[in-house]
Nanobody, 119 residues
Framework: QVQVVESGGGLVQAGGSLRLSCAAS????????MGWYRQAPGHERELVVT???????NYADSVKGRFTISRDNAKNTVYLQMNSLKPEDTAVYYC?????????????WGQGTQVTVSS
């Protein structure tokens, strides 16, 4: 009953910036937590950053100071502003939301969006 759609991936040069968006729709009572994860070739999926309903954030050390998570609660949307991008940031980025809705509390994932950073 909940759909999560993300966008904003693409190809950028090292040092450049990119902004990802992720919007949830459907029967939503509340969103307990939003976050971004990524999976690079040959690696397991890893946490990038999460934000709780209270606004507390948790960033991976590798992106701290360069990436910023934000949200628009009225639109059920979360953003990831990525600055000073490095080639090692290249990965598929996945949006995740913990949603309380008609059928209880569940975890939802976006479809993934490719971010490629060239040297």
């Amino acid at each position: 009953q909940v759909q999560v759609v993300e966008s904003g991936g693409g190809l950028v040069q090292a040092g450049g910036s990119l902004r990802l968006s992720c919007a949830a729709s459907g029967s939503i009572f509340s969103i307990n937590r939003m976050g971004w994860y990524r999976q690079a070739p040959g690696h397991e999926r890893e946490l990038v950053v999460t934000i709780t309903s209270g606004g507390s954030t948790n960033y991976a050390d590798s992106v701290k100071g360069r990436f910023t998570i934000s949200r628009d609660n009225a639109k059920n949307t979360v953003y990831l502003q990525m600055n000073s991008l490095k080639p090692e940031d290249t990965a598929v980025y996945y949006c995740n939301m913990i949603v309380t809705g008609t059928f209880g509390t569940r975890s939802y994932w976006g479809q993934g969006t490719q971010v490629t950073v060239s040297s």
